[in-house]
């Protein structure tokens, strides 16, 4: 298992963004762009694709521990920390049903064709 695959297991099974692995590398102060840390996730068979390092592994993980214990002065519980990851990632996409809904078109009248006229209810079509 490379380092790319545990950063990767560790990304998905914390529910991390870029934004917060950017957060938690800064606490270990190590400076890394987005556009570098998204080469970490790509395929091995991408161009852009960017071997992790033991190094940025490494700073990592102390990062993450800062950010989940906090310092000896400021301690958190990682429990509380984790709760808000999955909060905030449950609230941010609506239903595909509420998408559908905005979708349609509320002037046209149920039941009718837009493009024929109604029929009369004595005029049958043979």
């Known amino acids: 298992m490379t380092n790319n695959d545990i950063f990767k297991k560790l990304r998905v099974a914390l529910m991390l963004r870029d934004d917060d692995i950017l957060e938690i590398l800064k606490l270990a102060d190590f400076e890394l762009g987005k556009s570098e840390l998204g080469a970490f996730f790509r395929k091995e068979d991408h161009p852009n694709y960017r071997e992790c390092g033991d190094q940025i592994l490494r700073n ?21 920390i984790l709760k808000q990851n999955k909060s905030t990632e449950t609230r941010k996409r609506p239903s595909f ?6 979708k349609v078109d509320t002037a046209v009248s149920h039941g009718k064709y837009k ?12």
């Open 97 to 102: 049903k509420a998408q559908q809904r905005k």
């Open 115 to 126: 493009n024929k006229p109604a029929r009369s209810k004595g005029n049958k079509k043979p």
């Open 60 to 80: 990592f993980l102390n990062g993450l521990v800062i950010y989940l214990r906090g310092t000896k002065e400021n301690p958190k519980y990682p429990g509380d």
